[in-house]
Nanobody, 125 residues
């Protein structure tokens, strides 16, 4: 049973930083693609960052240069370092996983079968 648990969300002022974590259990990161998604009220869930099993990454244009996705295979933990946060980054952030070595669309929610419950990020101006 794959389980994903996000943490690290909170409230921060614009320009600040947060680091989200996603602890995984029930599998190892080897052979899995991981992703971070977010959803603001009234909007669809959108891909923020993805990381393949080999460590290759992809980012949404809106976060490039500000967010960094990484993973610690020994700890089975995925991270999202978020810098220079903006009010438009306010959303519920979700961790996702899929048991494949690579994905055709790593930022598409349809590519993932496993999801965490989310952690709220609020950025005030």
């Amino acid at each position: 049973q794959v389980q994903l648990v996000e943490s690290g969300g909170g409230s921060v002022q614009a320009g600040g930083s947060l680091t989200l974590s996603c602890a995984a259990s029930g599998y190892t990161y080897r052979g899995y693609c991981m992703g971070w998604f977010r959803q603001a009220p009234g909007t669809e869930r959108e891909g923020v960052a993805g990381i393949y099993s080999d460590g290759a990454t992809s980012y949404a244009d809106s976060v490039k240069g500000r967010f960094t996705v990484s993973k610690d295979n020994a700890k089975n933990t995925l991270y999202l370092q978020m810098n220079s946060l903006k009010p438009e980054d306010t959303a519920m952030y979700y961790c996702a996983a899929e048991r494949r070595w690579s994905l055709r669309k790593p930022l598409s929610r349809n590519e993932y079968n496993y999801w965490g419950q989310g952690t709220q990020v609020t950025v005030s101006s």
